[in-house]
């Protein structure tokens, strides 16, 4: 089965390799603006995060994002 994923997975990048090489300037524009602004939003989000680090908070704990590590739905189970 793995075989199969990494066959098909090479031909898939190949394909959209020569498809991304074959694009214009003009074509690639919206999705290198795109990736311009998700690689600002990400290194926003890093240096938040950093700087939560260097003052000794886990920012894990203070988003509120927590989820169960069993199923991930992020809801407690309560015992019967």
């Known amino acids: 089965m793995y075989d199969i994923v ?4 090479n031909k ?3 394909a959209g ?4 090489k074959s694009m ?15 690689k600002t939003d990400y290194e926003k989000n890093m240096e938040a995060y950093n700087k939560k680090l260097a003052q000794g908070t ?3 704990e203070d988003d509120g ?6 199923d ?9």
């Open 6 to 9: 990494v066959c098909f997975g």
């Open 12 to 14: 898939v990048a190949k």
């Open 17 to 20: 390799g020569a498809k991304w």
């Open 24 to 38: 214009t300037e003009a074509d690639k524009a919206p999705y290198v603006a795109k990736a311009d602004k998700r």
């Open 58 to 60: 886990n920012a894990a």
């Open 65 to 70: 994002s927590e989820v169960d590590e069993e």
């Open 72 to 80: 991930g739905s992020g809801e407690e189970e309560e015992d019967d």
